[in-house]
């Protein structure tokens, strides 16, 4: 509830909550961009299983999201008063998989009916399930060929373990199978299974069949004898690493947000927290509360994770296809990690749980998805020390405290984590950390100076080489600065000489703003030229006259694809040449490889989209912002690599009249000497 209600309206809202709860039932609190509830995810799949895909066999989930309402109603609906809203209608859009064909289903919860069925025509095809994952996994243990392959390399079945991976789109005219690769590990005594592959088998999957259709083993290298890579705290032998000083994080006034529902309210922050199964985390209807105006004011309407792309750099037979988009093949959600409290994220943290479906479309919860806590950086938001004035020093400093959201997905070996920080400067930074385990190829190399001619990775250990890779991480970025209509700015800085005498000077730089009219004039190759990217709303001035606007700034990790633009998987991510893009809203236009990331062939991605060229000048706007790392494994990756980190901010800009932290209640952070029983 908000803490700002008088008692006496606390009074009428019990009143008008117990008398609109006796006519609507549980509906008052759901927010039309709530995530579905288990209940109604069980709704969603009888609805669907009652009707004549029901009949099939091999009816599978791939995909079970809410079918936001249009972003008008949305906001029309955000903008009624709590007291007269009325229960949002609440719809979802489902993908199946029945009779070798992918179904596009729109399902009306409120009504228990399907509004429209459609057969899906294109290339590509829906994210793999978990279920199916395991049993295509299962299935080389039952095959001869395979348990000789084993068997040949001194192993024992029981002691091999495999997953799985996307096949990729390699020119293929005719519209493909739905493919899967399976790669198989040495297990046995330890859990770092990825250190020893099984080098040179390849088995491929048909799903719709669930069986082997291909087989090889080119038995190229011996399975490497890696030892020591558990990263199990119990399994670890003297000499230990460094030790640090246990901490303690105090909040003696508890915690300084508030969860309503899937709103979450913090300092001058309001945000909608929701969740998908593939994108993870979504952050909608964010605004930021203007002091001097005492307003809400809007920055962005709707940001998630988009796409990841992980192209490998082996040409070789068992890792050219090595091409992964994990958000749209494998799912950013489907793969979230239960966060573990106090290390995933601190002792002040609130843990949210989120649903996904199962095979059958079934909700399964999963704990811990995601976390929101206060940050106590250490760091000052702001400071300056006065030493010009004779006889006095003056010095203010204001701490910096900011509200984190963060989830973790673990896509087979590797470790995302996502962090969605609020600053009360008005800033949302973007982070986005990498560890886990390399993917490693098993060599014949035990030492360097063996390798000759062109390297596709670093030797980590004997026999193991971690492969050259890169991950581009795409944002879907809906901002809605001050209003939905919106312009993308690049303030150039460019060089002028002084030809003339009138000044010493010879050259300074000054600003150029080129507002971008079409899609084509905002893609931007960051590092090219000097310049400020900026989202601006072309009718709100400051009392200045300048543009209000928020700033996208680059914090590190800008890399773009280096592969060359007839590369197949390049064709399928062509969009990650530049790392910023603007396109027109869409409402269908929300995953950057496209609907069917696997065994896409580009034809719909965001690159396609902007190719279109539409006109994005003083209109609905989205931003798109690839987060780049070209990855050459260090010895350090190995066994697990440490938190490696990149992101961006979008800060505010001429957005608020001044800074708006020059009032903010200087307090300090508690200090707690050495003493642990201070509550
Ligand atoms: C259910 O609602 C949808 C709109 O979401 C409508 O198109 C459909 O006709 C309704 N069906 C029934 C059976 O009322
Ligand atoms: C919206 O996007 C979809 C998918 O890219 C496209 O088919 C449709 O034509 C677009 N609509 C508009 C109005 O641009
Ligand atoms: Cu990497």
């Known amino acids: ?289 203007d002091s001097e105006k005492g307003i809400f004011r809007r920055v962005l309407h709707r940001g998630y994770v988009s796409e990841i792309f992980v192209p490998y750099m082996d040409p070789s037979e068992e890792w050219y296809y090595k091409t992964f988009f994990d958000v749209g093949e494998f799912g950013f959600g489907l793969l979230a990690a239960p966060l573990e409290p106090m290390t995933d994220c601190p002792a002040n943290a609130a843990f949210m749980d989120a649903y996904i479906t199962d095979r059958d479309g079934l909700p399964i919860k999963q704990s811990n998805a995601f976390c929101v806590f206060e940050r106590y950086s250490g760091d000052a938001s702001w400071r300056h020390t006065e030493f010009g004035i004779p006889g006095q020093v003056i010095t203010e400093v204001r701490p910096e405290v900011s509200l984190v959201v963060r989830m973790v997905s673990a896509i087979g070996n590797y470790d995302y984590v996502i962090d969605w920080e609020f600053k009360t400067s008005g800033s949302i930074k973007l982070g986005v950390s990498l560890t886990g385990i390399l993917e490693m190829k098993g060599t014949q190399y035990t030492h360097a100076d063996q390798i000759s001619g062109d390297q596709h990775g670093t030797l980590l250990a004997a026999n193991t080489m971690g492969v050259y890779h890169d991950h581009f991480v795409t944002f879907h970025l809906d901002l809605d600065v001050d209003g939905p209509d919106n312009s993308f700015v690049k303030s150039k800085l460019k060089t002028v000489r002084v030809t003339d005498d009138s000044s010493p000077r010879r050259s300074y730089w000054t600003v150029a703003k080129e507002t971008a009219r079409t899609e084509a004039d905002a893609l931007v190759e960051l590092g090219a030229e000097p310049a400020e990217l900026l989202v601006v709303n072309p009718s709100k001035k400051t009392k200045m006259g300048n543009d209000v606007g928020y700033r996208l700034i680059s914090h590190g990790a800008t890399a773009a694809s280096l592969l060359s633009d007839d590369d197949y998987p390049q064709i399928r991510a062509s969009y990650s040449k530049k790392q910023v893009r603007v396109t027109a809203y869409n409402k269908s236009e929300k995953w950057a490889a496209g609907l069917y990331a696997d065994e896409s062939r580009g034809d719909d991605n965001l690159a396609a989209w902007t190719a279109r060229n539409r006109v994005i000048e003083n209109t609905d706007i989205v931003l798109w912002y690839t987060v780049g790392v070209h990855h050459v494994p260090y010895q350090e990756d190995f066994p697990v690599m440490p938190l490696l980190s990149g992101g961006f901010e979008l800060r505010p800009a001429n957005f608020f009249e001044s800074n708006p932290l020059i009032k903010t209640p200087a307090n300090k952070l508690v200090h707690l000497p050495n003493c642990p029983r201070n509550p």
């Open 1 to 289: 509830m908000n803490p700002q209600l008088s008692s006496s309206s606390f009074l009428v809202f019990v009143f008008v909550f117990v008398f609109l709860h006796s006519l609507k039932p549980a509906s008052i609190y759901c927010h039309p961009l709530d995530p579905l509830t288990p209940s109604e995810i069980s709704a969603v799949s009888n609805i669907i299983k009652s009707s004549h895909l029901g009949s099939s066999k091999s009816l599978s989930f791939h995909y079970v999201g809410l079918d936001e309402l249009d972003k008008p109603d949305v906001l029309a609906w955000a903008s009624t008063h709590r007291w007269n809203k009325a229960a949002p209608p609440r719809r979802a859009f489902v993908i199946v998989r029945s009779e070798k064909k992918t179904h596009e289903i729109y399902v009306d919860i409120t009504n228990h009916s399907i509004v429209s069925d459609k057969v899906y025509e294109g290339f590509g095809y829906p994210m793999l399930n978990f279920e199916e994952q395991e049993a295509a996994s299962a299935l080389p243990f039952d095959y001869a060929p395979f348990v000789e392959s084993v068997k040949k390399r001194g192993l024992e079945p029981e002691d091999v373990l495999c997953t799985t991976f996307s096949v990729g789109w390699f020119g293929e005219r005719k519209q493909g199978r739905r493919l899967l690769k399976i790669q198989c590990f040495l297990t046995g005594d330890t859990v770092n299974f990825y250190a020893r592959p099984l080098e040179g088998v390849t088995v491929v999957v048909d799903l719709d069949a669930m069986e082997i259709v291909e087989y090889e083993d080119r038995m190229v290298v011996p399975v490497p004898g890696s030892t020591g890579t558990d990263y199990r705290a119990a399994k670890q032998k003297p000499p230990l690493g460094p030790r640090t000083k246990p901490g303690i994080i105090v909040q003696p006034e508890g915690k300084g947000f508030e969860v309503d529902g899937h709103m979450i309210r913090w300092a001058n922050w309001e945000f909608h927290l929701g969740y998908d199964v593939r994108a993870g985390t979504v952050i909608s209807l964010a605004s930021v509360k």
